[in-house]
Structures are given as C-alpha cells and as structure tokens.
C-alpha cells in the first residue's frame, strides 16, 4: 500500500481538546505522527504543524476525522507532493554569467547582431548557435492527462513541468512545457508550427483521441523537427520492449502468437501497429463495443486502417469472447474489465499487460497466479511499462543526428534496444523491464536511434562517436 506523508496546521481550543485528543484521533485514523512544531503558543488556544505518515487511501479519514472533533480548527492540509510544486518544478538559468559591460555586450548587444546575421544567411547555423540543438517543446491542451481526463492547460501544467525535469535529469535535453488554452486542432497545428522555430523536437503529451492523430501527422508532415506523440508511441514501444522479454521468458516467437489489445485509443492504436511491424500476424483489436474486425466498415479513421490490416482476425465478439486462446493480452482501457475466468480461457503460458490507471484490467493479486507473466503500468508491482523509458533516450538521439521525423524503423529500434538493456542471465518473469534509472537506458536507445535514422535516411548529421 503506497504511503503519504501529509502536514496538518491545526488550531486547538485548550478548553475543549488537549494535544493527546488529537494525537489519538490520527492514530485511530491509520496515521503517524512523525513531527510536531508549534507555530503559535498560547493559553487559551495554540496553532500547530503536524507532519503525519498515511496510507494514500487513508487520507481523507485522518482529514475527516480532525474536521468532526469539536475544538480543533483545521487551517491547512499539505503534503510532500504539493510542496515540491511550490512555484513550479522547473527554471531557466543562464549558461553563463553576465558581470560587466564587456560581457553585455557579447551576449546582447552590439555584438549579438553578427550572430543573428550569420543564422539569417544560414538558418541551419540555429542548430549550432542557439538552445535548439538541445531543446524540445513538451506541448499539451490539456484533454486528456493521466486518468484525470480533460481537466485544461492550467491544471496540465505540473505533469509538462514533470516532464521537463525527467528530459533533462535523465538524458541532458531542456525541454519547457506549452499549455495551449484551446481544443481547436487547427488553432493548436497553427500555433505549434508557429512557435516551432526555437525547439529541436516536439513532444506532444495529453490530447485526446482522435484529435491527436490528425495534430502529429499534419505536424510530422509540415514542420522540419521531429514530432512524438508520447501518449501514443511512447507507451507502444515500451510495450513492445516488454513483450519481446516476455517471449524470451516463455519461449514463444512474435510470428506464432495470437494478441488482444483492449482500448483502441491513442496508445492502443500504437500498440497495435507496432505489434504488426514487429512480426504479429494474428491481431484482435477490441474496444467497448467488440472486436474491429478484418473487412468492418468503421467511422474512425485509425479504427478502418486496422480493419484493412490482413493480420487482424476477421470474428466478431466481446473482449470475453475474443480473448479465448489468446497467448497475449495487452490492456490500454479501464479497470477491472477482465476475470480469472477470462485468463484461464487464454493459451498457456499467457502473458497479461494490464496497464489501465490507476486501477488494472485485472487485480494483479487475482492474475498473478494465472499468468506466466504479468505487467502494469503502475510503480508498485513488478514489471512497470513506463514511457519515461523511451523519450528521454529518443529525443537525446533525434537532437545528437538532427533527424527530420521519428519513424516507425526508430521506435522499433527503441523497443529492442530497451529490452536488450536486460542480461539473458537477469532476464525472468518478474524483471521484463529495466527502471528508468538504468544508466543504460538512455545510452542504449540513444545509440539505437541514431543508427536508424542514419540507416533510414531522416538524420541531417551523423555524430562524432558514430563517425
């Protein structure tokens, strides 16, 4: 059960409730104190910060409990997530610094004028004498963060400001977060290529299906920078890394197997076309209302490109009725959607991805004695599919080659280098997928990447460590 540590300022009526009163209040909740400051002393009445530890699920019962003792004000609830956003998670710095008027003017004027120059003469000379070489925009309108939903650009902000911390703690890239206030895909297209001259990629994040199909390919076609809907292929690939583990694990081949992926939305239709380009041959697609089927007539567009897959089956049905026989179930959907019995009716050695957020297809607790291997997409069980495993590493290598888009070849590479980051001898059920803390990680997608884009022709320079 994953733990909290909250801060309580309270206001105590001594007249009413003394200090153990409230101690016993919290500890009948489920929580624990761990410190307590005094921030206002008094006779009749003092304030105080109470820092307790609490199951996340047990929050809102310590808070409730405090509310309904009579003499006890509760004047604020923190905790350590909100205080580390505490005006924001991210800055810009200067690279260096600026101390006399010699200094001033080399970095602004006079002497910058040459410098603009030379870019206006040779814009590729922007890759070399500004921050976008190095600098990726992380753009969102805010529709469909995490599993909160369409919730705006302004409350979008911390997971971008997130975002931007892992770009550059973990592959040395700046990336800054745009939150666009519209959900106009013309007005969202027009503004990105509008701002588009200073970044060396863009990372979409949260735009909901199917808007955000049309957003990244009109962008992939009209801008000159890599464009990554990471909603999208970030999880497919780690997907893929993962299922490629899981084979191994099982001693199943990619060509032989039957997979059903469940929720054909942004993530699910990158799942399924990664699936193909990897040697899938035997593909059911399912969203709520059955099955796409091979030859189906379908009003969306990504859902009728499936359906004109030959590698997609062609029976109709339920998620309950498909998933008989399968070797592979992939969820990308809601919780709790599938039963023992669903599992039991699979292949043998079955390998379940139930990746819905916060709450699985399946209670790991129910599925883990049925399957051969079983993956979330949460960080308390094993075996997490976490995209902050690829766009680190990829854009780190689409910004050292200057590539022009991020292909399917690319992604793919990304997947095998990610699985590879794991030994045959580390390799077992319960360890599929390296932690993105994985010095290697980065390192091995990097490298992955580049030599693709090299291969495939989208690079626009090779590195001095792949010359």
């Not at 003469?121 to 990726?136: D, G, M, Q």
């Not at 699936?275 to 030859?295: E, K, M, Q």
Request: aromatic share 4%.
């Amino acid at each position: 059960m994953a733990q909290t540590s909250i801060i309580l300022r309270v206001e105590l009526d001594h007249q009413k409730i003394s200090f153990g009163d409230v101690a016993a209040t919290i500890s009948r909740a489920g929580g624990d104190i761990t410190s307590i400051d005094v921030i206002r002393p008094g006779k009749e009445s003092s304030v105080r910060d109470i820092t307790v530890d609490v199951a996340d699920t047990e929050e809102s019962t310590v808070v409730e409990s405090l509310r309904a003792q009579e003499g006890i004000k509760l004047i604020n609830v923190s905790d350590r997530t909100f205080l580390v956003h505490l005006g924001g998670k991210v800055e810009v710095q200067p690279k260096l610094p600026i101390k006399n008027r010699d200094d001033l003017s080399r970095v602004y004027t006079p002497g910058v004028a040459k410098v603009c120059t030379a870019i206006h003469e040779n814009p590729n000379k922007a890759y070399s004498l500004t921050i976008k070489r190095n600098t990726v925009a992380v753009v969102t309108d805010g529709t469909a963060v995490l599993g909160l939903g369409d919730i705006g650009p302004h409350a979008a902000a911390p997971v971008m400001e997130g975002k931007a911390m892992l770009f550059k703690q973990l592959a040395g890239v700046d990336a800054f977060p745009i939150c666009l206030d519209t959900k106009d895909t013309e007005e969202i297209i027009r503004t990105i290529k509008a701002i588009s001259p200073i970044f060396g990629g863009i990372n979409l994040e949260d735009i909901s299906s199917p808007r955000c199909f049309e957003i990244e390919q009109r962008l992939a076609e009209e801008l000159d920078v890599p464009v990554f809907h990471d909603d999208q292929h970030g999880t497919a690939v780690v997907v893929i890394a993962g299922l490629l583990n899981a084979l191994k694990v099982t001693g199943k081949r990619i060509g032989n197997i039957r997979v059903v992926v469940n929720g054909i939305g942004a993530a699910g239709v990158s799942i399924c076309k990664m699936l193909l380009n990897a040697g899938v041959t035997r593909l059911v697609p399912v969203d709520r209302d059955g099955a796409i089927v091979r030859g189906g007539q379908y009003e969306h567009p990504m859902w009728q490109w499936l359906a004109n897959q030959p590698q997609v089956e062609a029976a109709k049905g339920s998620l309950h009725d498909v998933i008989a026989d399968a070797d592979v179930f992939i969820g990308v959907s809601r919780g709790n959607v599938l039963a023992v019995e669903d599992l039991r009716r699979m292949a043998e050695n079955r390998i379940v991805f139930a990746m819905a957020n916060p709450v699985p297809e399946i209670a790991p607790e129910l599925a883990l004695p049925h399957t051969a291997v079983f993956a979330t997409g949460r960080s308390d069980y094993p075996n997490q599919i976490n995209n902050v495993l690829v766009f680190p590493g990829l854009f780190r290598g689409v910004l050292d080659c200057r590539a022009k888009v991020i292909n399917e070849p690319m992604k793919l590479a990304a997947a095998r280098a990610i699985a590879a980051v794991i030994s045959e001898a580390e390799l077992n059920e319960h360890y599929i997928i390296p932690s993105i803390f994985n010095e290697k990680v980065v390192a091995n997608v990097r490298k992955a990447v580049i030599e693709t884009a090299i291969l495939t022709g989208v690079s626009r320079r090779v590195p001095a460590d792949f010359r």
